[in-house]
């Protein structure tokens, strides 16, 4: 997938933050379809040696794609509806005063898209953890603010996800933490991934917080109502295990596993969009799916990813859906912000593989198209490559829809695609020595010319018979 040099790069991401004094201790794993390819750890994880892939961090709101998991396997036995309101299943919630007298009652649908109108609430949320149901309906029965019409935007709310909790509880009739456990975790193997820290068989790391200029160790907290928003601890290698097996969704040929395939891809999708003010410095347009975020990069595309903040540690998960290549990683100290460096890491192993594409394979032949087309979007262009090398306007008239010709009439293009050939010397019979696609229908490709390249690109309509909608042809020449 990589190179040892790459993996380097990676590694010393996370090294030059246990040198600049940003946490004690710092894990990651990289890991591709066929599982954990590279691990490594830096600094002191509490017993004198370095983190490694096996050392138990807590995982905080990394969790969330867990709950959303395991209210998905409900739904998929029949025993939940997505748009039920909450109250059908947390009756104090009934004491709420909703902020208009139009406003709906939040469903759970609303609940695991942060999309409840709750206000956002990290450092309240973050010491609730331990509290009992009760204490929870004792929270609801006083009342809530909102910051919005439930349903009509979004703010990252840990309330929502700890009402979900309660929800998971009572459809499966069993506390929240042991149904997660029994039919997502323990299902896929992740027997490392508990509740509580008694649980865990590896060394668990202490949290910690900077003052006076060390480190002031934080107590770990115990499971209770808001378990479902960020109480699990893990390993690299069970996380990477998960956001593998998240990631699979998406390939030919799915993993199986208690989350159907189908599910897995709905929770990767866009449901609500993110302001840019909650990912200041961003480029990518940012939305949250069920229990995770879903970053639009115009390389790589979709990324996955999720952060973790508790007090004492942090912790981040993302990954490619269209390649399957993933970063997890876990630092023990309170707002270490960890998710800065998966994501710079994540960005050099994408980064890696486009240059391997663009540079070794070429040297093999055609670097091939990243997203798999359609058989009529290959068809569409072989049989373009023909028109291209002899027009034709019959031949045009079968293989291009109507609106070609009426937006732009075949002489023009006649025209404008001689004098592109021209302009970069372009065998117009050669073979294409570059492919580039964005969606099945789709396809991009480049003829190689004397002084440049000629770049052809079509896109098919929504037909079965497979016409071009789109055809144009671009002369690119080489930089003087």
Request: proline share 7%; aromatic share 6%; net charge negative.
């Amino acid at each position: 997938m990589t190179t040892a040099e790459v993996i380097a790069r990676v590694d010393a991401v996370f090294g030059d933050r246990v040198a600049r004094g940003l946490a004690p201790s710092s894990v990651w794993g990289v890991f591709d379809p066929s599982g954990l390819v590279a691990s490594g750890g830096h600094g002191d994880r509490g017993d004198g040696t370095a983190p490694d892939a096996s050392t138990v961090y807590r995982i905080a709101s990394c969790t969330k794609s867990v709950t959303a998991a395991t209210l998905l396997t409900l739904v998929a036995d029949g025993r939940l509806d997505l748009d039920a309101p909450v109250t059908d299943f947390v009756p104090a919630f009934r004491a709420v005063e909703l902020p208009t007298t139009d406003s709906p009652v939040p469903t759970v649908r609303m609940l695991l898209t942060m999309s409840a109108g709750f206000p956002t609430d990290d450092p309240w949320a973050d010491r609730q953890e331990s509290i009992s149901d009760d204490e929870l309906d004792a929270v609801l029965t006083d009342g809530l603010l909102f910051d919005s019409v439930p349903g009509t935007g979004f703010a990252y709310s840990n309330l929502g996800y700890a009402l979900l909790g309660r929800v998971v509880a009572v459809v499966s009739d069993e506390p929240y933490t042991a149904t997660a456990t029994d039919r997502v975790l323990r299902p896929l193997g992740l027997h490392d991934t508990v509740f509580s820290a008694e649980d865990s068989n590896g060394f668990v790391v202490t949290g910690v917080r900077p003052y006076a200029g060390t480190w002031e160790p934080l107590p770990l907290t115990g499971p209770g109502a808001f378990s479902s928003i960020g109480g699990l601890y893990s390993t690299v290698s069970d996380l990477a295990r998960w956001g593998g097996h998240l990631a699979s969704a998406f390939a030919d040929r799915p993993e199986p596993g208690p989350v159907a395939p189908a599910d897995r891809r709905l929770m990767q999708q866009a449901m609500r969009v993110v302001p840019p003010v909650v990912v200041p410095g961003s480029t990518r347009a940012t939305a949250y799916g069920f229990g995770l975020f879903v970053e639009q990069d115009d390389r790589h595309g979709p990324i996955a990813s999720h952060s973790g903040g508790y007090p004492g540690f942090s912790a981040h998960m993302r990954w490619s859906t269209r390649h399957g290549i993933g970063v997890v990683a876990f630092e023990n100290a309170t707002q270490a912000k960890v998710s800065q460096a998966a994501t710079e890491a994540l960005d050099l192993l994408l980064d890696a593989r486009e240059r391997e594409r663009e540079t070794g394979r070429s040297a093999r032949g055609p670097v091939a198209a990243e997203v798999a087309v359609l058989p009529q979007t290959r068809e569409a262009q072989r049989r373009v490559s023909t028109l291209l090398a002899d027009w034709d306007d019959a031949l045009a008239d079968r293989i291009l829809s109507p609106n070609v010709a009426l937006d732009e009439p075949y002489e023009r293009r006649r025209r404008h695609l001689a004098e592109a050939a021209a302009a970069v010397g372009a065998d117009l019979t050669a073979a294409p020595a570059e492919e580039r696609s964005v969606a099945p229908t789709h396809l991009r490709w480049w003829l190689p010319g004397a002084g440049g390249r000629l770049r052809v690109e079509i896109r098919l309509a929504p037909l079965a018979a497979g016409l071009v909608q789109t055809m144009t042809v671009t002369a690119e020449p080489n930089e003087a």
